[in-house]
């Protein structure tokens, strides 16, 4: 089976193999072709099919390239499925090969963000640790991917360390999971929003996800990322990994996470974040061909600054998506 036109498909037409993994929301099955996995809802009452069908339709209103490039970040919605008039779940692509590690015992794990916040524990020694500037590289793809996304128009809601997957090979890239949780800034979302301790905005409800408080988890997730400190939060004193960042990167990576412990709308954007993080004092672009998007007035919709769209064209929640 493939994504096609992004069609719905009937749950009765689905082969399935054992359930791979479970979450809050959803278990996630694999298709007996091994193309896709699926992703069945718990409680399907509680799904806004309208909302999913947008997730869908986004992903097919872009052109090729970005499609192409939107399925190289994340785990994206591609069909609802459907029985009885009711949305059961969705189709997804599997997570990349090199986004898994295979333990002692010969299982095969996601590659969390968990395993690159936290020092390395013996019971996942065979996870191969970032040299330091692998560490800054990988920060820096996932403050690219969630710039790409909000310059699309999307919110995440749920940036967490079990729904980012992240790789060293070929390149440093990053891979975002539950993508059902992605909302379209201004419309509705599938599901209340998930929450995960320790990556909330304290200054909001758990339930709320805006362009804003995707801007403080961002912060949370490149500090974590380059001091391989899972708890620290905007306000505390960072410390960066030794060698993981030069004189000029650790000014700016400060000056950015005490900024982000200021009241909403003032927190740092994901362009802000790429600044600080790259290897240059500015940004290096690709040139790309324009993608479709909204106009979007983040301080109207968001609470957040107006901020212009960038072109990006960088790699790369509880993890419903189980994509093994």
Not at 46 to 68: I, K, P, T, W
Not at 240 to 265: E, H, I, T, Y
Request: glycine letters at 8%; proline letters at 7%; charged letters at 25%.
């Amino acid at each position: 089976m493939s994504a096609g036109d992004g069609a719905d498909v009937a749950r009765t037409s689905l082969r399935l193999r054992d359930r791979i993994g479970s979450g809050g929301q959803g278990d996630v099955h694999a298709l007996a072709d091994g193309s896709m996995l699926f992703k069945e809802y718990k409680d399907p009452s509680r799904v806004n099919g309208a909302a999913l069908a947008d997730l869908v339709e986004f992903r097919q209103s872009l052109g090729q390239a970005d499609r192409n490039h939107l399925d190289s970040l994340a785990a994206w919605p591609l069909r609802r499925v459907v029985e009885g008039g009711r949305v059961l779940g969705f189709l997804m692509r599997r997570a990349p090969s090199e986004m898994t590690w295979r333990t002692a015992g010969g299982s095969t794990k996601l590659l969390e963000l968990q395993y690159l916040i936290r020092p390395p524990k013996p019971a996942w020694q065979e996870v191969a640790q970032p040299t330091p500037e692998q560490r800054r590289a990988l920060a820096l793809a996932c403050v690219e991917a969630v710039g790409w996304f909000h310059s699309a128009g999307l919110v995440i809601g749920d940036i967490s360390q079990a729904n980012v997957l992240w790789s060293l090979t070929p390149v440093t890239a990053v891979h975002f999971l539950d993508c059902d949780g992605f909302r379209r800034v201004g419309r509705a979302a599938v599901q209340a929003q998930a929450a995960t301790p320790d990556w909330n905005d304290p200054l909001v409800p758990s339930t709320e996800a805006t362009v804003d408080t995707d801007a403080y988890k961002t912060a949370l997730v490149a500090a974590r990322i380059v001091t391989r400190d899972p708890y620290v939060t905007p306000g505390k004193e960072l410390d960066p990994v030794a060698g993981c960042l030069n004189d000029r990167q650790d000014a700016a990576v400060r000056g950015l996470f005490s900024q982000a412990a200021g009241v909403r709308g003032s927190r740092p954007r994901p362009s802000e974040w790429q600044t600080a993080l790259s290897d240059r004092g500015t940004i290096t672009l690709t040139a790309a061909a324009p993608r479709p998007r909204p106009a979007i007035n983040h301080n109207v919709l968001d609470g957040a600054r107006s901020r212009t769209p960038i072109n990006l064209r960088a790699p790369g929640r509880r993890t419903d998506s189980g994509a093994l």
